[in-house]
């Protein structure tokens, strides 16, 4: 069993930043990657990006050049640097851990609980 513990997350204005932090915690020896997804009010969840055991990174195109995922294998912690943010980048932030395979949600293993972003001045 692992489980997934978000923090970092609050308010913020248009243009600032703000990082996240995913701990892990258990037996993630079986997990290929650790994603970032979100979920807007009054829209579904949707991808922002991916880290995998290899150390490549994936993004949405709509945070490309804003967002950075960074990973400590030492503290089992995933990060998401968020800067430049925009009002349209609030929501409830996700971490998932995903078991081998494409990277979608049918292949996540275990969530996180969420942290709330708000963007907003």
């Known amino acids: 069993q692992v489980q997934l513990v978000e923090s970092g997350g609050g308010l913020v204005q248009p243009g600032g930043s703000l990082r996240l932090s995913c701990a892990a915690s258990?037996?993630?020896?079986?997990?290929?990657?650790m994603a970032w997804y979100r979920q807007a009010p009054g829209k579904q969840r949707e991808f922002v990006g991916v880290?995998?055991?290899?150390?490549?990174?994936h993004y949405a195109d709509f945070v490309k050049g804003r967002f950075t995922i960074s990973g400590d294998n030492a503290q089992n912690t995933v990060y998401l640097q968020m800067n430049r943010v925009l009002p349209e980048d609030t929501g409830v932030y996700y971490c998932?851990?995903?078991?081998?395979?494409?990277?979608?949600?049918?292949?996540?293993?275990?969530w996180g609980q969420g942290t709330q972003v708000t963007v907003s001045s």
């Open positions: 998932a851990a995903h078991n081998p395979g494409l990277v979608s949600e049918s292949t996540v293993a275990y």
């Open positions: 258990g037996d993630t020896s079986s997990l290929s990657s």
């Open positions: 880290l995998t055991r290899a150390g490549v990174t």
